[in-house]
C-alpha cells in the first residue's frame, strides 16, 4: 500500500508539473507576440492558471502562529522576488547599450521593485515580475481565510465576493495601483481558492478519463468563443497585471475553461520529461525570459536582413522559445557545476 500510495503521490506532482510546463510555454508565446489580436487567447488565462496551481498544492497551517506563515512566505516568494528584481535589474542595465543611469531613473526602478507593481513604468526592466508580490499577497490572504473558515462553501462565497470586488474596482476605480498588486490579489484569490477547492472536493481528472478528449475540445471551444467574444466588445486583451478584465462573465468564462483545458492536457499527456523540466524550473524562466527575448531579438536584427528575419517571421517565436530554454538550462548546469566544484575545493582545503 505504501508504494501505491507514493506512486499516486508522483502522478500527481508530475501532471502539476506538465500542467505549469504547458502554462509556462503559453507564458513565453505570449510575451513574443506583438499584437492582441493574436495573443488575447493566451492572456485569457495563462495567469489565472498559475494562480490556480498555486493553490491546488496550497496547504492550511492551523496549528503555528501567524508569523510562521508569513515568515515562511517571504522566504518562498519576496526572497526571490527581490533577488531575481534586483539581480535583473543589474542585467538590463549592463545589457542596454543606453541604460538610463539618471538619479530619478534608478530611484524609480528601484522604488518600483520595493512598490512591487507592474505598472506606470515600475519594474520595466523585467514587468513579469510583478506576480511574485502578487502571489505573497494572494496566499497570505487565502492562508488566512483557511485559518478562520473551515466550511467549504463559505470559502466559496468569499471567492465570489471577493471577485466581484476585484471586478468593481477594475471597472470604477482603473487607476489604482496598490502596493505588491492588492488590487489585483482580489481576483487573482479566487483562481487560488479555487484550486484548493478543487482538491478539497477532490476532483483529480481520473474518473473523467473517459471523457478527457471530448472535455478538452468542448473546453478549448468555450475558451475560444469566451476569450474571442470578451477581446471583441471591448477592443482589448484582458490582462490580469493592469487589472484589465473585460466582461465579468466572459473573464471568468474563458479563464476557467482555459484552466480546465489544461487540466486536462496535461492528464492526457501523463508523462513528458520535457514538461515537466518546465513546469520544475517554471519561475526561472518566468523571471529571466523578457531580458533574454530583448537581447535575442536585438542579436537577430544585429546579424540578419531585414528580409531573412520576416521571410522566418513565423518561425521565430519559437525559435526564441527554444533559445532562452537552452540558456537558462546551460546556465543551470553551469552553476550547479561551479557549486559542487566550490563546494568539493573547500572540503580539500578543510583536510
Not at 174 to 193: C, N, Q, R, Y
Not at 208 to 232: E, F
Not at 306 to 312: A, G
Not at 317 to 343: D, E, G, Q, W
Request: charged content about 10%.
Amino acid at each position: 500500500m505504501k508504494n501505491v500510495s507514493k506512486q499516486s503521490a508522483f502522478k500527481r506532482v508530475s501532471w502539476i508539473d506538465i500542467c505549469r510546463g504547458i502554462g509556462i510555454i503559453f507564458v513565453l508565446y505570449g510575451h513574443l507576440l506583438s499584437s492582441d489580436s493574436l495573443r488575447y487567447l493566451i492572456y485569457s488565462f495563462h495567469m489565472p492558471l498559475f494562480f490556480f496551481l498555486s493553490g491546488l498544492v496550497f496547504k492550511p497551517v492551523l496549528l503555528k502562529p501567524i508569523q510562521y506563515i508569513i515568515i515562511k512566505n517571504i522566504k518562498q516568494l519576496l526572497l526571490p522576488y527581490f533577488g531575481f528584481a534586483l539581480f535583473t535589474y543589474i542585467f538590463a542595465v549592463v545589457s542596454n547599450p543606453a541604460p538610463d543611469l539618471s538619479p530619478g531613473g534608478i530611484a524609480w526602478q528601484l522604488f518600483g521593485i520595493l512598490y512591487g507593481s507592474g505598472n506606470d513604468g515600475m519594474l520595466g526592466f523585467n514587468v513579469v515580475l510583478w506576480f511574485l508580490p502578487c502571489l505573497f499577497i494572494t496566499k497570505l490572504t487565502f492562508a488566512l481565510i483557511t485559518r478562520k473558515v473551515i466550511k467549504l462553501k463559505l470559502i466559496g462565497f468569499l471567492l465570489l465576493m471577493s471577485g466581484i470586488l476585484g471586478y468593481g474596482l477594475s471597472v470604477l476605480l482603473p487607476w489604482i495601483k496598490l502596493p505588491f498588486g492588492f488590487e489585483i490579489a482580489l481576483t487573482s484569490l479566487v483562481f487560488f481558492g479555487m484550486g484548493y477547492l478543487w482538491k478539497e472536493r477532490k476532483f483529480t481528472l481520473p474518473y473523467l478519463r473517459s471523457y478527457r478528449v471530448p472535455l478538452t475540445l468542448l473546453a478549448i471551444l468555450i475558451t475560444l468563443l469566451g476569450a474571442t467574444t470578451n477581446y471583441h466588445i471591448y477592443q482589448y486583451q484582458t490582462d490580469l497585471r493592469i487589472n484589465h478584465l473585460g466582461n465579468f462573465f466572459l473573464f471568468y468564462l474563458s479563464a476557467f475553461s482555459g484552466i480546465f483545458g489544461c487540466l486536462m492536457v496535461s492528464q492526457l499527456i501523463t508523462k513528458n520529461a520535457f514538461l515537466e523540466y518546465l513546469g520544475r524550473n517554471s519561475l526561472v524562466l518566468f523571471a529571466w525570459h523578457n531580458l533574454l527575448f530583448v537581447n535575442l531579438k536585438e542579436i537577430m536584427a544585429a546579424v540578419a536582413s531585414d528580409d531573412f528575419i520576416n521571410s522566418v517571421k513565423l518561425f521565430l517565436p519559437t525559435f526564441y522559445v527554444l533559445t532562452v530554454i537552452c540558456i537558462i538550462h546551460l546556465s543551470r548546469k553551469m552553476l550547479l557545476l561551479l557549486k559542487n566544484a566550490s563546494l568539493t575545493l573547500f572540503l580539500t582545503i578543510q583536510q
